[in-house]
């Protein structure tokens, strides 16, 4: 997707997620997590904030949050600043500015108005929610990008202490209404944090990017080759995924069957939190 788009994602849905939450209660719970409102309006505050001063050159490290607003109305008004402070920074800086990230696939600008554009869309449907309004979906191109972008940034990757030791179980994603695929394998991270001394020895997974999302032709024989193959509408598949909606519909088949189904939301669980 173009640059100007992720800026503009950023801008419109921190305006829908502002205009959801104008009304509501602090105390109404987000139906999403262990939130209230107020704990939703203060998150994306916090990160917005974080962010456009991270485009503005700051190391993200060193970036002070801003203190959290008693008021309902100081908070929606310190949200409304951020997105604002957010959407202005990235317009005026150009994608390939330096920028820092967590991710060592970041480093750009664009990297963060990507992030940050799904980073909103999914919080406008956290509120929403919390609102008890219809959930508005965007663009097939913006759910599909969700998709890619929540099971590169988040599922995929090992960092250079671990390992990752593939299972031999396989698992396809794919989109009904647009071109767009994915292939999950599965398997265990193991490794000693450097700087904490904890062991972990988790359930993983590796994202083979040569499918994802540029047309590749998925045969039918690579469809038979698979355990588990879900097969969803873009928008649905990218809700599925980071919790925010319902299995319901999919076409799911393979030998892996429901209990697979079910490893790959747990393996979601464990990389969005």
Do not use: I, K
């Amino acid at each position: 997707m173009e640059y100007d788009t992720y800026v503009l994602a950023v801008r419109e849905e921190t305006e829908r997620f502002l205009d959801a939450l104008g009304t509501t209660d602090a105390d109404a719970p987000v139906p999403t997590c262990d939130w209230t409102a107020a704990d939703l309006l203060w998150h994306v505050a916090e990160v917005q904030h974080h962010w456009a001063a991270v485009v503005r050159g700051a190391h993200g490290e060193a970036v002070v949050a801003p203190d959290r607003p008693e008021d309902l109305d100081a908070l929606r008004t310190l949200a409304a600043t951020a997105g604002t402070e957010l959407a202005g920074a990235l317009a005026e800086a150009a994608p390939d500015d330096a920028a820092w990230s967590w991710h060592e696939d970041g480093g750009t600008v664009a990297w963060v108005a990507r992030r940050q554009a799904h980073e909103a869309v999914v919080h406008r449907v956290d509120a929403e929610l919390t609102a008890g309004r219809a959930v508005t979906p965007p663009t097939v191109e913006l759910a599909a990008d969700g998709v890619d972008e929540v099971l590169h940034v988040m599922l995929d990757g090992v960092p250079d202490w671990g390992t990752f030791t593939p299972d031999g179980v396989t698992v396809r994603l794919e989109c009904t209404n647009v071109d767009a695929s994915w292939l999950l394998r599965l398997g265990r991270f193991t490794g000693t944090g450097p700087e904490s001394g904890t062991p972990y020895d988790l359930d993983a997974a590796a994202v083979q990017r040569d499918v994802a999302a540029h047309g590749a032709d998925v045969t039918g024989a690579a469809r038979d080759d698979v355990d588990l193959l879900v097969r969803a509408p873009a928008w649905e598949l990218d809700m599925w995924l980071w919790g925010r909606g319902p299995a319901d519909g999919f076409d799911v088949s393979g030998p892996g069957g429901a209990a697979l189904l079910e490893r790959v939301r747990q393996l979601m669980v464990e990389a969005t939190q």
